[in-house]
């Protein structure tokens, strides 16, 4: 284990309005928690700003010290910061806020905003943003990696619909960067995120949406390549409007898990289209043809898309990797379901993307598309926190299987 810095945070807590959490306080092991239970974060101190001010001041800090910071709104993605021993965590999930301007169809949040907050104040105006599968997933962190939503394939990541970030430099200038302001600062932080300074707020494009015909075909387990395969081949040609995912479930017999799925596995496809139930009908139909055990696509509001993929809410102990895929052909199909049935994987899926996803233009920012017309992900539960040694086997396995085929790669998810 490494040795935590220790820093005297006197000066730092007399200046801010929030909160200095260092190991010898009352706190610390709830103050250093992130969503991701699996991950050990032993950072110098932990800062909780209440306003941009806050942010400004802990950065100006932390480079007199010479710590580093390492910002986080929800902890979704804490694996992969490493050793935080010379670090000052700061977490912004005290900055909340979401601002809908309604005629403009924007949306202004702060840096703490989790998705389902956007999402409903959004809906409230008959408006939709490109949020992900999880409803507490940060709305920074998400846009700022890229941001791959149900909508994606009609409207590009979510990095593409950002208008203005305002954010604190490294050397502690609280700036705002849009198209005309700050150009170069714009253009990098668009994938770059925490790496040019800590975000205080966020300002992005919303669309007109308030319903999709929307839901999951589920299929016995021990169809999965025949279902996986069907699948993968009836995704050509599928329009923009339609954007689906096949995915293994092998839901655990835990209490958590809800009745009617506690110890069973599927294979599913989850679809998702923007346009009306007939047209959806009609291109689901192959899919349909195949006799699922139970079929819930509808026509359902946007709101509903937040827990179509069921992520858990609150902290979970996930282990989970993936990558993105060239092609998805049958041998890859028989190799994932080799690796993934009866193991410890929780879900393994296969999303497709293409469409608005793989274009890229010139007022996009430093990451503005994914070429790859699939992307995979599987992770399982690690019970105990720490412990993540067998989903994360499983799940490097996994990316050595898609490592073979990706012409781009990137952790998405
Ligand atoms: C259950 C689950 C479901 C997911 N679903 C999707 C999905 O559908 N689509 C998708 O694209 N991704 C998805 N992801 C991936 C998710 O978008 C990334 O893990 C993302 O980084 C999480 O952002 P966060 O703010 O919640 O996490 P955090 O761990 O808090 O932040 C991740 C990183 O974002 C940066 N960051 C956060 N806040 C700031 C800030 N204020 N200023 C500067 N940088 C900052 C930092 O580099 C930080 O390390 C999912 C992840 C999980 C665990």
Not at 106 to 133: D, K, N, Q, Y
Not at 209 to 224: H, K, N, Q, S
């Amino acid at each position: 284990m490494t040795t935590t810095t220790l820093v005297d945070v006197r000066p730092l807590r007399s200046a801010l309005q929030g909160d200095v959490v260092t190991p010898e306080d009352e706190g610390w092991d709830e103050a250093r928690q992130a969503w991701n239970l699996t991950v050990d974060q032993r950072p110098a101190a932990v800062v909780l700003p209440e306003s941009a001010e806050d942010v400004r001041d802990t950065l100006r800090f932390a480079y007199e010290v010479g710590l580093r910071v390492a910002p986080q709104g929800t902890g979704h993605g804490a694996a992969a910061l490493g050793d935080l021993a010379d670090t000052i965590l700061l977490k912004t999930e005290r900055l909340r806020g979401v601002e809908i301007d309604p005629e403009a169809r924007t949306a202004r949040v702060a840096a703490g905003a989790i998705w389902i907050e956007v999402v409903e104040a959004a809906a409230e105006h008959g408006l939709a943003a490109l949020a992900g599968s999880s409803p507490d997933v940060g709305v920074v962190g998400y846009t700022l990696g890229g941001g791959l939503s149900w909508l994606a394939r009609k409207h590009g990541i979510g990095a593409n619909q950002v208008t203005a970030v305002e954010l604190v430099t490294a050397d502690g200038r609280l700036v705002r960067a849009d198209a005309e302001t700050n150009a170069d600062l714009f253009w990098a932080v668009r994938g770059g995120g925490g790496n040019f300074g800590v975000v205080t707020a966020l300002e992005f494009n919303l669309f007109p949406i308030t319903e999709v015909y929307a839901g999951i075909l589920w299929f016995p387990i021990d169809r999965a390549a025949e279902i996986l395969n069907e699948w993968r081949a009836w995704t050509d040609g599928q329009p923009e409007e339609m954007t689906s995912v096949g995915r293994l479930l092998q839901f655990p017999s835990i209490p958590e898990i809800p009745e009617p799925v506690r110890g069973q596995s599927f294979v599913v496809v989850q679809a998702i289209f923007l346009g009306d139930e007939a047209d959806g009908a009609a291109l689901l139909a192959p899919l349909r043809a195949l006799g699922p055990v139970l079929d819930t696509v509808t026509t359902t509001p946007i709101t509903e898309l937040s827990r179509l993929h069921m992520d858990p809410e609150g902290p979970a102990p996930g282990a989970g990797d993936g990558g993105m895929l060239a092609d998805v052909d049958a041998e890859l199909v028989d190799t994932l379901v080799d690796l993934a049935v009866g193991s410890p994987l929780l879900s393994v899926e296969i999303r497709h993307l293409g469409g608005a996803v793989a274009r890229a233009r010139p007022e996009h920012g430093a990451v503005s598309h994914f070429e790859a017309p699939f992307l995979m992900y599987a992770v399982g539960i690690a019970p105990t926190p720490g412990r993540t040694t067998a989903p994360a086997s499983r799940t490097r396995a996994w990316s050595e299987v898609s490592s073979g085929s990706a012409p781009t790669c990137s952790s998405a998810l």
